[in-house]
């Protein structure tokens, strides 16, 4: 910052300890010399960089940041908001699963054949296995007597 001083009227460079800040008034010019610097002040981290480069010598930058968290307002209510979008789309992909689940089921349930007994004066052979028929006929295959045996198979053989 550049002031101007008041009798003179001359205008210079504001020096760091001259701020209005808590961080400022522990500040020297001893503290500004040299290289690179890191300091804790009052609450606050002060970082004293000098510019590199030919005629800049005389210049460096002065960095000064809260060591405490804060929070800023606006961006703490956009997070919320953040959040939400996020999460707004579980509940709903969850519904929407339990509302196809759910007809899925019914429309199985409903295609469903209730299997019954056969009547009772069925002769067809379709007799019911739950009332123990003799009539019931297996899906699997029988097993026959046995195979054909043929008239020379046996001869000449003892």
């Given at each position: ?23 400022a008034q522990q500040l020297n ?18 970082a004293v960089v000098p510019l ?107």
């Open positions: 910052q550049a002031f101007v001083q008041s009798p003179t009227g001359r205008t210079r460079f504001r020096h760091a300890w001259e701020l209005n800040a808590s961080w010019a001893a503290d500004l010399t040299g290289g690179v610097q890191e300091l804790e002040m009052d609450g606050f981290r002060v590199p480069g030919r005629g800049m010598e005389h210049f460096r930058v002065l960095v000064a940041a809260e060591t405490q968290p804060f929070v800023d307002e606006s961006m703490h209510s956009l997070l919320g908001q953040a959040r939400t979008v996020v999460a707004l789309p579980y509940p709903a992909g969850l519904t929407i699963w339990l509302v196809w689940a759910t007809h899925r089921w019914w429309k199985n349930r409903r295609s469903l054949k209730r299997v019954r007994p056969a009547p009772m004066g069925a002769t067809d052979g379709a007799e019911s296995i739950m009332r123990g028929g003799v009539n019931v006929k297996s899906s699997l295959r029988q097993r026959g007597p046995g195979r054909p045996v043929s008239p020379d198979m046996g001869a000449g053989r003892l």
